[in-house]
């Protein structure tokens, strides 16, 4: 895939005309970037890091580059740092970069490490100067999962085409792979799962120790077999202010324990699908989305976890004034649909299941390069990856609050 992209890439390059690099580089570059600072204070369980106490390890810094090469083309990328505790990179990663030919508004064309077109703002999340709250509703826009679907690395065709007096559709189709950062909460997950799996199998007496699970523990790499999806964005006419979306994905995620040529377990998304609605009428902006992701999970032979999640959210942003943005929402998530208390899953506490978050906020934007947020948040469940972050248990009802501030130019 990669070698495709490059060859693909190369031949563009080659392809322009000579006056081409004559073209002035001040008048077409445009360089942007943002610094953010924040502070996430939990009760009962740790969130997204060792937050029970209080934490500032929460920083974001991104560097971002377009330049138009000609009318119709141009190259982009974005270097980004994180520091979210021991479950981030901790380093300067591309984020993404990518060549973009557009010769009509209805195809075009990107290569590269690409923004995935998932849900109506994934490829928008780190532009902080566009969201209302510090974190877009989880159960969507999972932060644990932020590096698998942020971006993918691959071709994508996209446009906006007019569908006559009822409206016009932006749309993205995409095939690719996705990268997966060595430190990363999946990663650390992946790790911690396959470690309890040889504990568990070692202190099994030898006539039911499983042959396929090794007898210690090397090292997790995980890959990407394949990924592909689209998505559609349609604006009607008649609606003024509304937008209606819908996104879809397929992947296998492969896992190799110990530096093995076979994988000894996987993840298929048979399908993972949002539906979007928003509608801005005056100061006011009502957003929902509703998520299913259908997958199957495989390690050492046994299937570990199969069937669909079930998620969606409802929020309310409200601009009384310029700067001033006052939001609410409710969010619910659901490891199986099919089983929403739990009661399949013995082996875990019942709550772990679920994940049920009210939340409000506000949001302050000082000047054209200040923004402020703050949230507070009252869970219900411990679901999505809430184990990681606390290996001596969860408890139910927990909360938690955070606040930001970020510098834009």
């Given at each position: 895939?990669?070698?495709?992209?490059?060859?693909?890439?190369?031949?563009?390059?080659?392809?322009?005309?000579?006056?081409?690099?004559?073209?002035?580089?001040?008048?077409?570059?445009?360089?942007?970037?943002?610094?953010?600072?924040?502070?996430?204070?939990?009760?009962?369980?740790?969130?997204?890091?060792?937050?029970?106490?209080?934490?500032?390890?929460?920083?974001?810094?991104?560097?971002?580059?377009?330049?138009?090469?000609?009318?119709?083309?141009?190259?982009?990328?974005?270097?980004?740092?994180?520091?979210?505790?021991?479950?981030?990179?901790?380093?300067?990663?591309?984020?993404?970069?990518?060549?973009?030919?557009?010769?009509?508004?209805?195809?075009?064309?990107?290569?590269?490490?690409?923004?995935?077109?998932?849900?109506?703002?994934?490829?928008?999340?780190?532009?902080?100067?566009?969201?209302?709250?510090?974190?877009?509703?989880?159960?969507?826009?999972?932060?644990?999962?932020?590096?698998?679907?942020?971006?993918?690395?691959?071709?994508?065709?996209?446009?906006?085409?007019?569908?006559?007096?009822?409206?016009?559709?932006?749309?993205?189709?995409?095939?690719?792979?996705?990268?997966?950062?060595?430190?990363?909460?999946?990663?650390?997950?992946?790790?911690?799962?396959?470690?309890?799996?040889?504990?568990?199998?070692?202190?099994?007496?030898?006539?039911?120790?499983?042959?396929?699970?090794?007898?210690?523990?090397d090292s997790v790499d995980r890959e990407s077999d394949q990924i592909y999806g689209g998505a559609f964005v349609y604006h009607p006419y008649w609606i003024s202010g509304l937008r209606l979306g819908g996104s879809w994905l397929h992947a296998k995620f492969e896992t190799f324990v110990n530096g093995s040529s076979r994988p000894s377990g996987n993840v298929v998304i048979h399908g993972k699908f949002v539906l979007s609605a928003e509608y801005s009428w005056r100061d006011l902006v009502f957003v929902t989305e509703y998520n299913e992701t259908d997958r199957t999970s495989t390690m050492f032979g046994n299937v570990s976890l199969d069937g669909p999640t079930q998620a969606w959210y409802g929020m309310i942003n409200y601009t009384p004034f310029e700067q001033w943005t006052f939001s609410v929402m409710y969010d619910e998530f659901y490891t199986l649909k099919n089983d929403k208390n739990g009661s399949s899953r013995t082996q875990l506490s019942p709550y772990s299941s679920w994940r049920k978050d009210f939340g409000v906020g506000v949001r302050w934007e000082i000047n054209e390069f200040l923004v402020a947020k703050a949230d507070y948040h009252w869970i219900d469940g411990a679901a999505m990856q809430m184990g990681l972050f606390n290996p001596d248990g969860t408890d139910r009802y927990w909360h938690y609050g955070v606040v930001r501030i970020s510098f834009i130019f």
């Amino acid at each position: 895939m990669q070698r495709l992209i490059v060859s693909i890439c190369s031949f563009f390059v080659l392809s322009l005309p000579s006056p081409l690099w004559a073209f002035d580089f001040l008048n077409s570059l445009q360089v942007h970037g943002f610094l953010s600072q924040g502070y996430i204070n939990s009760s009962d369980n740790n969130f997204l890091s060792d937050s029970i106490n209080g934490t500032f390890e929460f920083t974001d810094v991104g560097l971002n580059a377009n330049m138009s090469l000609t009318e119709n083309l141009r190259i982009g990328g974005q270097l980004f740092y994180r520091n979210l505790g021991n479950y981030s990179e901790d380093e300067i990663v591309l984020d993404w970069g990518m060549i973009d030919y557009q010769r009509f508004d209805a195809l075009g064309l990107k290569l590269g490490k690409i923004k995935m077109p998932l849900g109506l703002y994934n490829e928008n999340r780190d532009s902080d100067f566009l969201l209302p709250m510090v974190f877009l509703p989880q159960s969507v826009y999972d932060e644990t999962r932020r590096d698998t679907y942020l971006a993918y690395v691959g071709a994508g065709l996209y446009g906006n085409f007019t569908l006559g007096a009822t409206g016009d559709c932006d749309y993205h189709f995409f095939l690719g792979e996705v990268d997966f950062p060595s430190d990363s909460a999946q990663q650390t997950s992946s790790t911690n799962s396959v470690k309890a799996k040889i504990t568990k199998n070692n202190d099994l007496p030898p006539a039911r120790n499983n042959p396929v699970i090794p007898a210690h523990y090397d090292s997790v790499d995980r890959e990407s077999d394949q990924i592909y999806g689209g998505a559609f964005v349609y604006h009607p006419y008649w609606i003024s202010g509304l937008r209606l979306g819908g996104s879809w994905l397929h992947a296998k995620f492969e896992t190799f324990v110990n530096g093995s040529s076979r994988p000894s377990g996987n993840v298929v998304i048979h399908g993972k699908f949002v539906l979007s609605a928003e509608y801005s009428w005056r100061d006011l902006v009502f957003v929902t989305e509703y998520n299913e992701t259908d997958r199957t999970s495989t390690m050492f032979g046994n299937v570990s976890l199969d069937g669909p999640t079930q998620a969606w959210y409802g929020m309310i942003n409200y601009t009384p004034f310029e700067q001033w943005t006052f939001s609410v929402m409710y969010d619910e998530f659901y490891t199986l649909k099919n089983d929403k208390n739990g009661s399949s899953r013995t082996q875990l506490s019942p709550y772990s299941s679920w994940r049920k978050d009210f939340g409000v906020g506000v949001r302050w934007e000082i000047n054209e390069f200040l923004v402020a947020k703050a949230d507070y948040h009252w869970i219900d469940g411990a679901a999505m990856q809430m184990g990681l972050f606390n290996p001596d248990g969860t408890d139910r009802y927990w909360h938690y609050g955070v606040v930001r501030i970020s510098f834009i130019f």
